[in-house]
């Protein structure tokens, strides 16, 4: 599963390098540097928490267009694919 949070991480670094809206690009970083955490920490996120991410990257994807679009839908995908194999409390 810590494959998923590298790929999420990754197509999100991808979005930041194409965004043309700095705002935009702020509020992907964020997302990029949760992420980082998750892949070189000792903890992955909870439902909770990737409640929160997927929201966010909901919310992203709303505001962007082209390949930064494309990069932060690829994410999207990749970050519910992974909240899925999370188990319940």
Do not use: C, W
Not at 15 to 35: M, N, P, Q, S
Not at 52 to 77: F, K, V, W, Y
């Amino acid at each position: 599963m810590a494959q998923e949070l590298t790929q999420v991480r990754d197509d999100l670094e991808k979005a930041a390098k194409t965004a043309d809206d700095d705002g935009l690009r702020e509020d992907i970083r964020e997302h990029v540097d949760a992420f980082e955490d998750y892949t070189i920490g000792d903890h992955e996120p909870d439902h909770a928490l990737m409640d929160e991410h997927l929201n966010g990257l909901r919310q992203l994807s709303e505001r962007a267009t082209g390949d930064t679009g494309q990069h932060i839908d690829s994410a999207l995908e990749t970050a519910e694919e992974y909240r899925e194999g999370i188990d319940q409390a």
